[in-house]
T-cell receptor, first 114, second 116 residues
């Protein structure tokens, strides 16, 4: 079945460590996104990519990095520079055709910094 | 700048009854799209329904309907005949048209609990 796969589902990290969250999609979508979700808040955009080898910062990009070497993959690295990384991270993708532009989401990765 | 407001942090509804989730928005864009997503406890966000600001008729998708009142900048979601599986968090979102990836904004969400 087509969809978006995020891994790992749960991740624990010590302070000062970098961690990479995986996001893979087989929907043949051009655009991919990373969002952060904190309790009681809506989703906030970290990074997005509309085509391979290109990506843009969202509202809260500081302390994060991404790459888009393949259409199917958009990994997110949470660096030690991110001051409050404990959160739920959601990856999404969107087709470039159609006029609604709804996002398709993965099941998320929950990161806890110990 | 865009802003989405969902004023109901949590709601309880009896099974088989209808429930209305409020969403108001503020934007200076002339054309925009409105979305509702469902987030069950598994964490995945599921697209439910879309309404374009240019659409004169309210959108419907099965048991979901969007009560769009453009002058009031309101886009409430109505879930009819609630089921236990409807228990989840619901998010209202908006983006300007033509599509601008950067400007998709989400509300804080409303938690719905369906009681048997």
């Amino acid at each position: 079945d087509g969809g978006i796969t995020q891994s790992p589902k749960y991740l624990f990290r010590k302070e000062g460590q970098n961690v990479t969250l995986s996001c893979e999609q087989n929907l043949n979508h051009d655009a991919m996104y990373w969002y952060r979700q904190d309790p009681g808040q809506g989703l906030r955009l970290i990074y997005y990519s509309q085509i391979v080898n290109d990506f843009q910062k969202g509202d809260i990009a500081e302390g994060y990095s991404v790459s888009r070497e393949k259409k199917e993959s958009f990994p997110l690295t949470v660096t030690s520079a991110q001051k409050n990384p404990t959160a739920f991270y959601l990856c999404a993708s969107r087709t470039s055709t159609g006029n609604t532009g709804e996002l398709f989401f993965g099941e998320g990765s929950r990161l806890t910094v110990l | 700048a865009q802003k989405i407001t969902q004023t109901q942090p949590g709601m309880f509804v009896q099974e088989k009854e209808a429930v209305t989730l409020d969403c108001t928005y503020d934007t200076s864009d002339q054309s925009y799209g409105l979305f509702w997503y469902k987030q069950p406890s598994s964490g995945e966000m599921i697209f439910l329904i879309y309404q374009g600001s240019y659409d004169e008729q309210n959108a419907t998708e099965g048991r979901y309907s969007l009560n769009f009142q453009k002058a009031r900048k309101s886009a409430n979601l109505v879930i009819s005949a609630s089921q236990l599986g409807d228990s989840a968090m619901y998010f209202c979102a908006m983006r300007p048209l033509p599509l601008d990836d950067y400007k998709l904004s989400f509300g804080a969400g409303t938690t719905v609990t369906v009681r048997a």
